[in-house]
Structure formats: C-alpha cells, structure tokens
C-alpha cells in the first residue's frame, strides 16, 4: 500500500489525463482506420466501506472513452483509481489518503452505430462484444489477449479466495497459468448498446456487464 499526501483534485485530473492521452494514441483500426469520433463519459465515483469487519474504506473514480473508427471498429478505455481512507480537510486544501488499485483496461471490437431519430446531435452505438483487451494493472503489469505470453498467464491466474484484512486475492501456486481465450472469457463483455453526442464528444455511462461462468 502506497502512502501519499496530494490534493486530490490534481491528483484524478492527473490520472484522468493520463489516460485519455494513452487511450488515443494506443487504441486505433486497421492501418489506414480514421478516427470519426472520441466521447468521454462523466466520472463516476463509488464508495465502499468495510467497517466495522474490516477497518478499512474504498473511493473508486471511473471514467470511460470511446473512440470509433471508419472500419467499423472501436477501443473502449475504462480507466480506475482508487483510493482508502481518504481524509479531505475543510480549511484547506490538503488530502490524505492511501493509494490502493490503479487500472486502465482498453477493449477492442467492432460497431454499428446510426443517428437517433429524435435528435440529430445523438448518435445510437451497438458495441458487439470485444475480441482483444489489453489491460496495465497498477503498473505492476499487463496483459494484451492478442499478444499472450507466460508472464500474463502467470499474473492473471484465478484467485482461490481473498484477503479479509486487506482485500487482496490469494493465488495458490498449483493453480495452471491462465490462457488468453480464458481471460477473454472471463473479462470480456456483453454486446451493449451506448450512446454518445456527437456534438459535444460525451458519452452516456456504458453498462458493461460480463457473461457468468
């Protein structure tokens, strides 16, 4: 667990810059693909609190892209932080807290999407389900579905439980590497539809929900 004192407010736009800038110039089509579109969802903030079992409490911030491109193809970023024990002062403008979980997860498949009939400025998107992710966790490591290796399999091998104390998983070490179709299987999500402005490049929150084992 990483110990820092910012202020949070520079801190998430950091990590919200951050990722958009990595989200466009990693995610993209076919070589000759052009970009027809970027949207940006709002933030979302999620708060757990694990007391009085556990003494300790989660804020997670979320924030989605979409870039779509002519070939019918596109990259959905969903990047994550989260933090515990996050102590906001009221006088100032410091904040304390402990850095937990970082990610940003990019998923890659193809689209069909059409004008809303209702409003013109609306574009309708039916996002079929992805065939690539590729995903940094924490900065500790990452795994690309298109570019598989042991190392990846290793780290992403199914947990046999979790930590009470601290939340983290617990991997025994008999359990065999994972393999890219598996982590596809157990990652990837449902085909969805989602909905952007075109004029105003935001996009509506989008519901991904994976298929259950």
Same mark, same amino acid.
């Given at each position: 667990?990483?110990?820092?004192?910012?202020?949070?407010?520079?801190?998430?736009?950091?990590?919200?810059?951050?990722?958009?800038?990595?989200?466009?110039?990693?995610?993209?089509?076919?070589?000759?693909?052009?970009?027809?579109?970027?949207?940006?969802?709002? !933030?979302?903030?999620?708060?757990?609190?694990?007391?009085?079992?556990? #003494? %300790? &409490?989660?804020? =997670?911030?979320?924030?989605?892209?979409?870039?779509?491109?002519?070939?019918?193809?596109?990259?959905?970023?969903?990047?994550?932080?989260?933090?515990?024990?996050?102590?906001?002062?009221?006088?100032?403008?410091?904040?304390?807290?402990?850095?937990?979980?970082?990610?940003?997860?990019?998923?890659?498949g193809t689209y069909t999407s059409a004008a809303n009939e209702l409003d013109?400025?609306?574009?309708?998107?039916?996002? !079929?389900?992805?065939?690539?992710?590729?995903?940094?966790?924490?900065? #500790? %490591? &990452?795994?690309? =579905?298109?570019?598989?290796?042991?190392?990846?399999?290793?780290?992403?091998?199914?947990?046999?439980?979790?930590?009470?104390?601290?939340?983290?998983?617990?991997i025994d070490e008999s359990t065999p590497n994972q393999t890219a179709e598996?982590?596809?299987?157990?990652?990837?999500?449902?085909?969805?539809?989602?909905?952007?402005?075109?004029?105003?490049?935001?996009?509506?929150?989008?519901?991904?929900?994976?298929?259950? !084992?």
């Amino acid at each position: 667990m990483k110990k820092f004192t910012k202020i949070i407010t520079v801190a998430m736009m950091a990590v919200l810059g951050v990722a958009a800038c990595f989200a466009f110039g990693a995610c993209g089509g076919g070589a000759e693909a052009k970009v027809t579109g970027v949207y940006l969802s709002p !933030a979302q903030m999620s708060y757990v609190n694990m007391r009085p079992q556990y #003494n %300790y &409490y989660l804020t =997670t911030f979320t924030q989605q892209e979409l870039t779509l491109y002519d070939d019918g193809t596109y990259c959905l970023v969903v990047s994550s932080s989260t933090f515990s024990a996050l102590e906001l002062s009221e006088s100032t403008n410091d904040a304390k807290g402990n850095e937990r979980d970082n990610s940003i997860v990019k998923y890659y498949g193809t689209y069909t999407s059409a004008a809303n009939e209702l409003d013109e400025d609306l574009l309708d998107i039916e996002l !079929a389900k992805p065939t690539r992710i590729v995903k940094n966790v924490d900065g #500790n %490591y &990452y795994v690309d =579905t298109a570019n598989w290796n042991d190392t990846m399999g290793k780290n992403t091998r199914v947990p046999s439980g979790y930590d009470p104390s601290t939340g983290n998983p617990i991997i025994d070490e008999s359990t065999p590497n994972q393999t890219a179709e598996g982590y596809l299987k157990l990652n990837a999500f449902k085909a969805v539809s989602a909905q952007a402005n075109a004029k105003k490049a935001l996009l509506d929150w989008v519901k991904i929900e994976v298929e259950k !084992a």
